[in-house]
């Protein structure tokens, strides 16, 4: 199976239609990047030691090794589970790897090279492969080879002292969710995409490593370089109308609301709506730059503003006026909300042995190669027989193999 097939598939089986990935990532970082290519096509071969993605056991589950993070991000894939320490699954592997386009794995250098599924071993075997490793840190850096998890990333990055400055509380926190791990996802899915294009254009493969603490730098001083941004600074870090205290809900008079004038049409209109029309002539509000220097005073004015009337209301009044306003939702009001359901993007699907559960769709739309799910998430093991077979392993060939215990528990065999 080759990229170049993909140009001659059929555009409803996805835009990656024809490429295979090999996926050794576990936990979140890698499966959410993987995911997001086999939505759009690829045949993303997900490879388990044993013990499975550890990801399978956390949280509630009607099954054991179903868990719920494990279904939102492990659809569209075939898993194969294969005991790496044994000779016979290692082969395997290569011959899954000389089938492949591309490999994805978060195995620290050292450990993978040990396994014999570094970038220059693999090369070997498939030397167009497009090998994509997500690491912690830079290899070229201090911290090289240390290991990283989310909350490990977000305290490097900077991003656990950001809500503090904010609002003025003493100690660093985390942001509550795996921010940096889902952040790397993405630039990890996106370099995957560029390695493949590369290789389409020049037919050769390449080593492409993702380092999480990098990614999350990147992504969260986009806009908090700031006044850094020049040399010698001229002004502090972190975007000023985003750090501001004052940026936050606001209260209305039977809950809370999410209101954004930001243009100089939009705060006129806003400042007419509510009654107030004199505040759009007022030098410290009615140009952009001025409010800029002026944002907490702005938002303040707002807060006192939007307790004036019931949510209901403002969001009718503001829409009407062209203001930016949403609802504030809580995780679980989020999932009932008209835009989500009746795009489809959150629907209840069956699974063969989970039975209903709620699943997110895929957020980009295309409109001659769309993405969708064509496979629930699988469980651990479930295609292994089927994957091997492909290879041309035979059935005595494939029971030898679980027999010396290098393929773990198959799925179906107990």
Not at 96 to 116: F, K, M, Q, Y
Not at 322 to 348: C, I, K, W, Y
Request: charged fraction near 20%.
């Amino acid at each position: 199976m080759t990229g170049k097939a993909a140009s001659s598939g059929n555009p409803s089986a996805g835009i990656l239609s024809g490429y295979r990935i090999i996926d050794l990532t576990t936990v979140v970082l890698g499966p959410f990047a993987t995911q997001m290519l086999g939505d759009l096509g690829a045949d993303i071969i997900k490879v388990e030691p044993p013990e499975g993605d550890v990801m399978r056991h956390a949280g509630p589950q009607r099954s054991p090794g179903m868990g719920p993070i494990y279904l939102t991000m492990n659809r569209n894939k075939r898993s194969i589970t294969l005991d790496l320490k044994q000779k016979t699954a290692k082969a395997a592997l290569e011959k899954l790897i000389t089938s492949a386009d591309a490999l994805i794995h978060n195995v620290r250098a050292a450990g993978i090279e040990r396994l014999g599924f570094g970038y220059e071993q693999v090369r070997a075997m498939r030397p167009d492969i497009v090998y994509v490793h997500a690491t912690g840190f830079g290899s070229d850096g201090p911290y090289a080879g240390r290991p990283a998890y989310d909350d490990l990333v977000q305290a490097a990055s900077g991003m656990a002292s950001m809500l503090p400055r904010q609002d003025g509380s003493e100690a660093p926190r985390y942001f509550p969710g795996l921010i940096a791990d889902k952040t790397a996802g993405l630039y990890a899915a996106n370099a995957m995409l560029a390695g493949l294009l590369h290789r389409e254009r020049t037919g050769e493969g390449q080593f492409i490593e993702v380092p999480m603490l990098e990614c999350m730098v990147s992504f969260n001083m986009a806009e908090n370089l700031y006044g850094h941004t020049f040399v010698p600074p001229l002004g502090p870090t972190g975007y000023v109308r985003a750090m501001t205290p004052e940026r936050r809900p606001y209260r209305t008079k039977d809950g809370y609301i999410a209101a954004l004038p930001y243009t100089d049409a939009q705060w006129s209109a806003f400042f007419s709506v509510a009654g107030r029309p004199e505040l759009a002539d007022d030098p410290r509000f009615s140009v952009y730059r001025a409010r800029s220097q002026n944002i907490a005073e702005a938002y303040r004015l707002a807060a006192e503003i939007l307790k004036e009337r019931t949510t209901a209301e403002w969001l009718e009044l503001l829409g009407a006026a062209n203001v930016p306003v949403m609802p504030v939702h809580t995780l679980e009001s989020v999932l009932t909300d008209s835009q989500m359901r009746e795009t489809g993007f959150v629907a209840e699907r069956e699974h063969p042995s989970e039975g209903r559960y709620l699943a997110l769709g895929q957020p980009l739309r295309f409109s001659a190669a769309p993405a969708a799910i064509r496979r629930e998430p699988p469980r651990q093991g479930a295609d292994t027989e089927e994957l091997l077979a492909e290879l041309g392993y035979s059935d005595a060939e494939i029971r030898a193999m679980a027999g010396e215990g290098a393929l773990g528990c198959v799925e179906g065999r107990g």
